[in-house]
C-alpha cells in the first residue's frame, strides 16, 4: 500500500455518481406539494374564525353567521349588523366551497350551530372544515 495504491474511486466514477443523485433530487423535488401546507393553514385559519364566531355567539347571545363570497372569501358578522368582525382570503389557487346551498353557517347564542362543511381544495389535496348541529367544530 504504497502511494500508487488503486484502492479508491476514481474522479469519473465520483462525477458519475453525484450525477445520478442530482438527477434523482431534481425528479422527487416537484413531487412535493406546497399547496399542501398552504391549505393546512388555511384550514386551521377558517377553524380559529369557527371557534371565534362560536364563542361570540355564546357570549354576547347573538348568532354569528359565516357566509362565503365569491372569490374565495370567508366574512364573519354579527346577525343583524353591516360590518363584519373577520375576513379571511384564500388565494385563488385553490377553491373553497360550502355543503350548504345558501353559502352560509350559523351560530346560536346557545353554541349550536346550522351546520355543514368549509372545503378547501386544489383539485388533489383537500381539507374539510366540518361544523356539527351541536356547535362542535373539526378538520378532516
Known amino acids: 500500500m504504497g502511494l500508487n495504491s488503486e484502492d479508491g474511486f476514481s474522479l469519473i466514477e465520483l462525477i458519475l455518481v453525484i450525477t445520478i443523485i442530482?438527477?434523482?433530487?431534481?425528479?422527487?423535488?416537484?413531487?412535493?406539494?406546497?399547496n399542501k401546507f398552504k391549505i393546512d393553514s388555511y384550514a386551521r385559519q377558517i377553524y380559529?374564525?369557527?371557534v371565534k364566531a362560536r364563542q361570540i355567539a355564546i357570549a354576547e347571545a347573538e348568532d354569528c353567521i359565516i357566509y362565503l363570497l365569491p372569490g374565495n372569501q370567508l366574512i364573519i358578522k354579527k346577525n343583524g349588523e353591516g360590518s363584519y368582525l373577520e375576513l379571511i382570503e384564500v388565494e385563488h389557487d385553490f377553491t373553497i366551497s360550502?355543503?350548504?346551498?345558501?353559502?352560509?353557517?350559523?351560530?346560536?347564542?346557545?353554541g349550536t350551530a346550522v351546520a355543514g362543511t368549509f372545503i378547501i381544495?386544489?383539485?388533489?389535496?383537500?381539507?374539510?372544515?366540518i361544523v356539527a348541529p351541536n356547535g362542535f367544530i373539526r378538520i378532516e
Open 98 to 110: 360550502c355543503t350548504r346551498a345558501s353559502k352560509q353557517l350559523k351560530f346560536t347564542p346557545l
Open 48 to 50: 380559529s374564525a369557527l
Open 121 to 129: 381544495s386544489d383539485g388533489f389535496y383537500t381539507k374539510n372544515i
Open 22 to 34: 442530482g438527477i434523482l433530487i431534481s425528479m422527487v423535488i416537484p413531487g412535493i406539494n406546497m
